[in-house]
Structure formats: structure tokens, C-alpha cells
């Protein structure tokens, strides 16, 4: 399976497991990721995101990662810094569903960007589940931040 095969079936998976609770969701799928966001039909600063990056961005990672949360690329990094601090507020919340695998800050590659997020080192793309793993897990952090994004 290629990779944009992949994130077309992440893509799905989102589609198809998202709390109607939460709204319809917007899904992007490109040849390394997909994006998800609710609201306006335009992709949004604030979004969620799996997307494979290089090696050299994840630590433990000898090939490349898979990274998978949530992204604020807004263009000044205020407004992304203001995006997480929001978030860190309601943190017990959020890490009570998630787990200690998120990281916050900085987005990895681009330190004006922000995110909370996790990597997956070197998985392995070819897996039978893999499309399944990254599509659960992304839903996850949708299920987990986004009520806690809109309240504050």
C-alpha cells in the first residue's frame, strides 16, 4: 500500500468515527498525512493532523516517524502559543484519555508552531492494522481536545 493509499483509509476512519457530537469534520488527505478540522470548510490553523516526518524530527526514530495530534500553525507564534496555553489549562482532562504519550510545545520542525502530539518511530507502513492504529489514535486526540478547544 502506498502512502496515500494509507492516509486515504486514516482519512476514512476519521470520516466514519468522529462523535456526531463534534460536528462534521473537514479531512484533507495528502501523499504523507492527513489533516482534520471542524467548522469553516477552508483548513484551519488549528487542526489534527498524522503525517509522516523524517527521522532526524523524532528522537529514537532511524528511518522516519509518524506523528499523530493536534497542530496550531497560525502565522504569528502568539496566536500559537495562546492556541496550547488554552489547552494546557484543561490538561488533567485531556491526559486522563490520552495517556503520557503526548508531548506539548514547539512543533517539531518549525519552532513557531506549536502542538501536542506523539511519535511513532520507524512503524511500519506496510502493517495490515496501520491505517486502523493512526486512524483510532487521531480520533482520539479529536475526542479528547477538541470539546476543551471550543470552550476556552
Given at each position: 500500500m502506498?502512502?496515500?493509499?494509507?492516509?486515504?483509509?486514516?482519512?476514512?476512519?476519521?470520516?466514519?468515527?468522529?462523535?456526531?457530537?463534534?460536528?462534521?469534520?473537514?479531512?484533507?488527505?495528502?501523499?504523507?498525512?492527513?489533516?482534520?478540522?471542524?467548522?469553516?470548510?477552508?483548513?484551519?490553523?488549528?487542526?489534527?493532523?498524522?503525517?509522516?516526518?523524517?527521522?532526524?524530527?523524532?528522537?529514537?526514530?532511524?528511518?522516519?516517524?509518524?506523528?499523530?495530534?493536534?497542530?496550531?500553525?497560525?502565522?504569528?507564534?502568539?496566536?500559537?502559543?495562546?492556541?496550547?496555553?488554552?489547552?494546557?489549562?484543561t490538561?488533567?482532562?485531556?491526559?486522563?484519555?490520552?495517556g503520557?504519550?503526548p508531548?506539548?510545545?514547539?512543533?517539531?520542525?518549525?519552532?513557531?508552531?506549536?502542538?501536542?502530539?506523539?511519535t511513532?518511530?520507524d512503524?511500519?507502513?506496510?502493517?495490515?492494522?496501520?491505517?486502523?492504529e493512526?486512524?483510532v489514535?487521531?480520533?482520539?486526540?479529536?475526542?479528547?481536545?477538541?470539546?476543551?478547544?471550543r470552550?476556552?
Amino acid at each position: 500500500m502506498g502512502e496515500r493509499a494509507l492516509f486515504d483509509q486514516v482519512g476514512e476512519i476519521v470520516r466514519g468515527s468522529t462523535p456526531p457530537a463534534l460536528g462534521h469534520p473537514h479531512v484533507q488527505v495528502r501523499h504523507n498525512g492527513v489533516k482534520a478540522w471542524f467548522g469553516d470548510p477552508e483548513p484551519h490553523r488549528e487542526h489534527y493532523e498524522a503525517q509522516i516526518i523524517p527521522a532526524a524530527l523524532a528522537p529514537g526514530a532511524r528511518d522516519h516517524a509518524v506523528e499523530i495530534g493536534f497542530h496550531a500553525e497560525h502565522r504569528d507564534e502568539p496566536d500559537n502559543q495562546d492556541a496550547l496555553t488554552r489547552l494546557l489549562t484543561t490538561e488533567p482532562a485531556w491526559r486522563a484519555e490520552l495517556g503520557d504519550e503526548p508531548r506539548t510545545g514547539a512543533f517539531l520542525g518549525r519552532d513557531t508552531w506549536r502542538r501536542i502530539s506523539e511519535t511513532w518511530p520507524d512503524a511500519d507502513l506496510t502493517g495490515p492494522d496501520i491505517p486502523f492504529e493512526i486512524g483510532v489514535r487521531l480520533v482520539d486526540y479529536i475526542r479528547a481536545l477538541e470539546p476543551h478547544r471550543r470552550r476556552v
